[in-house]
Nanobody, 123 residues
Framework: VQLQAFGGGSVQAGGFLRLSCAAS????????VGWFRQAPGQEREFVAV????????EYADSVKGRFTISRDDAKNTMYLQMNSLKPEDTATYYC?????????????????WGQGTLVTVSS
């Protein structure tokens, strides 16, 4: 499957963005999909993940209550609604897919990655 992330941009602190990840290829519904981010000079970190059915979601503590992950398998698309953005959310955001994976899988288990979309939050 090929993934393409988009929707990044520059916003002020307190603002919002919605990232999208469009998939093509094998049926999107067979993948656990998640978002990761990497800030300059820092390691990649987990942000959010959603299960195959969409019934189970997990978030990093740093984004809980502010970010919402969702999926629309009919459109082969995953979303990340980001509200109350903070300067520390500044990073390149990547979507990833894990074939019949687990919401607890580490990043290295993910089979496919998108190209990343940059989010910049100014104070």
């Amino acid at each position: 499957v090929q993934l393409q992330a988009f929707g990044g941009g520059s916003v002020q602190a307190g603002g919002f963005l919605r990232l999208s990840c469009a998939a093509s290829g094998r049926s999107f519904s067979t993948y656990v999909v998640g978002w990761f981010r990497q800030a300059p000079g820092q390691e990649r970190e987990f942000v959010a993940v959603i299960s195959l059915s969409g019934a189970r979601v997990e978030y990093a503590d740093s984004v809980k209550g502010r970010f919402t992950i969702s999926r629309d398998d009919a459109k082969n698309t995953m979303y990340l609604q980001m509200n109350s953005l903070k300067p520390e959310d500044t990073a390149t955001y990547y979507c990833a897919a894990d074939y019949y994976g687990s919401v607890y899988a580490p990043a290295n288990d993910y089979d496919y990655w998108g190209q990343g979309t940059l989010v910049t939050v100014s104070s």
